[in-house]
């Protein structure tokens, strides 16, 4: 397992690729890779994510250590940033590996599903107008009441 909350960027397919090398006895590898988006109606400038890095690595170790229990997981990585970002830019990486696709696939969605509602980060969009924080979407909470 692997837990990381970083300002730094990451090589979304460097990771991947170091991941899928250490499980040599899985079947499936899953990737969920997460990018700053702006729309082109509605561009952003930049998104600052604000954490606190202990509290979050915390609760993505235990998110992480519920997914892999409950799939059956051979290893899972978890990778978020906070700090200024631009558009384009990863913000999240997820990779679960498992003996077979479906588990992998659903400890992937699971982890997303709990991280976009339960971790403790807060974003702020910067665009041509200003700046504001971005409210939490009943989609997310929605998508998360689908594992309890």
Request: glycine content about 4%; aromatic content about 8%; overall charge negative.
């Amino acid at each position: 397992m692997d837990i990381r909350v970083t300002t730094a960027p990451f090589d979304p397919g460097a990771e991947a690729n170091a991941f899928i090398a250490r499980g040599a006895a899985a079947g499936a590898a899953v990737t969920f890779t997460g990018l700053v988006r702006s729309l082109p109606d509605d561009p952003i400038v930049s998104l600052t994510l604000d954490c606190y890095p202990e509290l979050a690595i915390n609760q993505l170790t235990a998110l992480a250590a519920t997914a892999t229990e409950r799939f059956q997981l051979a290893d899972v990585t978890i990778i978020h940033r906070y700090g200024p970002m631009l558009p384009g830019e990863p913000i999240v990486q997820v990779m679960t590996l498992s003996a077979h696709r479906q588990p992998a696939f659903d400890a992937a969605q699971l982890i997303m599903d709990h991280l976009k509602t339960d971790a403790p980060f807060w974003k702020k969009e910067q665009t041509a107008r200003g700046e504001h924080w971005v409210e939490a979407k009943s989609a997310d909470d929605k998508a998360k009441a689908r594992w309890e």
